[in-house]
């Protein structure tokens, strides 16, 4: 794993962004694995500013999405479809037809989670898979359990996730308990990930996860098997882990 740390939240999104405008460019019709959340947005503002500046173009682009809420459409503003188009998709010349995220609204969930793992293997696999961490060390939504999923699946959010995540809802009960999700081997196999951690309440989960064993009850802890993984952290996430001797790159 290859660590860079940045002074704060906007330094972190830059190198982000960064590392993602260079897979673009080396692979304009990349597959990119993209992730929500409140971490990734300062990295999806710096893309746009690239594009608008005319330094990079996504016309080539495909994209994944990690996971969806069950039961929201597409239309609710709390949606992961939602989130990409007002976050990034709507502001760059990505092909629309070219992104995906998983259906939540879909009748047949399993069928659905069935049909998210094909897609991904017709693209051809992930490029570039975009993470942030859940303060349980969920990825995705692959929640702390007693053994790893491995394809996409529906999972129960657990309490700690849904009162995390209801800062975005108007109450707790709004928040949906049950999503759609990529498992653990459709993020495995993607060619390389870059995970995003920021702020100090993420210090003592990012240690625990890529200091401490591999297990299941620590989701994200399985990325140290993978061969090609950069984390990018500002300061605040990244103290606990550097002062067990984690190595930083320049
Ligand atoms: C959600 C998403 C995750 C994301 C996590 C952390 O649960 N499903 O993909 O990593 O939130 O969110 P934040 O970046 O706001 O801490």
Same mark, same amino acid.
């Given at each position: 794993m290859r660590i860079?740390?940045?002074e704060d939240y906007q330094g972190m999104s830059r190198r982000a962004a960064s590392i993602i405008a260079a897979q673009i #460019? +080396?692979?304009p019709d990349c597959v990119l694995g993209l992730a929500t959340g409140s971490t990734p947005i300062g990295a999806y503002q710096q893309l746009i500013e690239m594009y608008k500046a005319g330094d990079l173009s996504f016309a080539e682009v495909k994209s994944v999405n990690l996971d969806e809420y069950k039961g929201l459409s597409p239309k609710n503003d709390q949606s992961y479809r939602y989130f990409m188009q007002h976050n990034l998709?709507?502001?760059?010349? #990505? +092909?629309v037809a070219n992104t995906n995220v998983p259906q939540g609204e879909a009748a047949d969930a399993d069928a659905e989670c069935a049909r998210y793992d094909r897609l991904i293997d017709d693209l051809g696999g992930v490029d570039l898979q975009l993470l942030g961490m859940g303060l349980n060390g969920h990825i995705g939504f692959n929640e702390p359990c007693a053994s790893f999923a491995t394809g996409t699946h529906v999972v129960d959010l657990?309490?700690?996730?849904i009162a995390a995540n209801s800062r975005f809802f108007s109450s707790m009960n709004d928040v949906p308990r049950q999503a759609l999700t990529m498992g653990n081997k459709n993020i495995m196999d993607a060619k390389q990930i870059l995970i995003m951690v920021s702020g100090e309440a993420k210090a003592d989960i990012v240690c625990k996860?890529?200091?401490?064993?591999?297990?299941?009850?620590?989701?994200?802890?399985?990325?140290?098997?993978?061969?090609n993984v950069i984390l990018v952290g500002d300061r605040a996430a990244l103290c606990k882990l550097l002062e067990t001797g984690a190595a930083l790159c320049k």
């Open positions: 860079y740390q940045s #460019i +080396n692979k998709f709507d502001h760059v010349n #990505i +092909n657990t309490e700690s996730t996860a890529f200091s401490g064993p591999v297990c299941p009850e620590v989701p994200a802890s399985i990325l140290q098997l993978h061969k």
